[in-house]
Structure formats: C-alpha cells, structure tokens
C-alpha cells in the first residue's frame, strides 16, 4: 500500500542536542509538509516543500530545519531542541500543493526533550 | 484570516447514539474543507472533504458531513456511533497561504457502553 512512513515513531533527546525526524512516502507526491501538534492543539504548518523549493512559515522558529535530499524524503532537523518543542511531528503529503488537494498524514513522530 | 473553531472540546455518547461535531469556518473564497480523525498516538485519516457540488458529503466508516454557506458551518454526522469511533477529530479549511490546512483544536470523542 502507498504510504506514508515516520521514523522513528519516538524520539527523546537531550536539552540542546540536534535532533533528526525522518518521512518518507511511496505516493510520489510533489508536495511535503510538517506539521507540529502539542498536547492537545491543533496541528500547525512548520513548512513544506513542493518539489525542491522549501517554503517556510513566516513564524517557524529558526531553530527548525528541513531536507528534502529526493522525491520519497524529507527531514526534519532541529538544530537545539528546547523543552517548549516537545511534541508530535506530522509528515503529510499530496499530489500538488494548494487548498483542494488531500494531505496524506504519517502516523507522526513524538519527541521528548529532558 | 482563515480559520476554523470546534466549538466543542470534549463530547461523550453511548454507544449506538447519533453523533453531530460542529464546525464554523472563517473563509474570503469558496472554502475547501476537510474532517480528519486522529486515534491516540497516531497520524490523522481523512474521513471526508468538501469542494462544491452536493453539500452533503459522504465518507469513510460510515460518517457524513454537510456544507452550510450561510452558517459557515460544516457539520460531521454519523447515525450510529460505535465504540472504535472514539478518537479526536479535527476540522480543517485548505487554502493556507502556503497551501497548508488550517486545522480546528479538535473536538475529543468519548463513546460510553
């Protein structure tokens, strides 16, 4: 089945210390997102590529960080974790970017910061 | 601005009760919208999505919704809910400024016996 794919599915790491969340999707979509959802929040664009232009939230920290190295990957990088990015990390794609077009969510990566 | 409000945080019904999740949106276009639901500790699921056309929409695992312009509403229903229906579900309008869904806080869904 297509899909898409979060790894790891828990992550917990040190005050300070980088930290890397991985997707990647079989449905050979043009367009990926991350999103970030606190404990119970809605979730909230971080940015998103479509194809390899990155596009960032105008109030994404600067501490987050994104590759898209091809098609099928896309990482999250957040170079100094701070208590307050404690979350769960949504992964989504679709086909194009643009309000009728479904996003296809992964099942998130929940991240704990000591 | 878009956005989106669930007026309901936390809704609990028995099992084989109808159920109604309310949704408003705030939206300068035709709005495209989009009910997800998320079971703890996982990723979110379309159940169904509106563009135009009928307004009254059908989904996945048995749920309708229907579109409202003049209340800006977008209801979800279902008829008879089931225990594995419990989860949060999420309301949400496309058309961000990058494209990006704008989500409601999500309303909780408790299902007593």
């Known amino acids: 089945d297509a899909m898409v794919i979060q790894n790891p599915r828990y992550q917990v790491t040190q005050f300070g210390k980088p930290v890397t969340l991985s997707c990647s999707q079989t449905?050979?979509?043009?367009?990926m997102y991350w999103y970030q959802q606190k404990s119970s929040q809605a979730p909230k664009l971080l940015f998103h590529y479509y194809d390899k232009d990155f596009n960032n939230e105008a109030d994404t920290p600067d501490n987050f960080q994104s590759r898209r190295p091809n098609t099928s990957f896309c990482f999250l990088d957040i170079r100094s974790p701070g208590l307050g990015d404690a979350a769960m990390y949504l992964c989504a794609t679709s086909l194009r970017p643009g309000g009728p077009e479904t996003q296809y969510f992964g099942p998130g990566t929940r991240l704990l910061v000591l | 601005a878009q956005s989106v409000t669930q007026p309901d945080i936390h809704i609990t019904v028995s099992e084989g009760a109808s159920l109604e999740l309310r949704c408003n949106y705030s939206?300068?276009?035709?709005?495209?919208l989009f009910w997800y639901v998320q079971s703890p500790g996982q990723g979110l699921q379309l159940l169904l999505k509106?563009?135009?056309?009928?307004?009254l929409v059908q989904g996945i695992k048995g749920f309708e919704a229907e579109f409202k312009r003049s209340q800006s509403s977008f209801n979800l229903r279902k008829p008879s809910v089931h225990w594995s229906d419990a989860a949060e579900y999420f309301c949400?309008?496309?058309?961000?400024?990058?494209?990006?869904?704008?989500f409601g806080k999500g309303t909780k869904l408790s299902v007593k016996p």
């Open positions: 449905l050979n979509h043009n367009v």
């Open positions: 949400a309008v496309g058309g961000g400024s990058q494209g990006n869904l704008i």
């Open positions: 509106y563009f135009s056309g009928d307004t």
């Open positions: 939206y300068g276009a035709t709005p495209y």
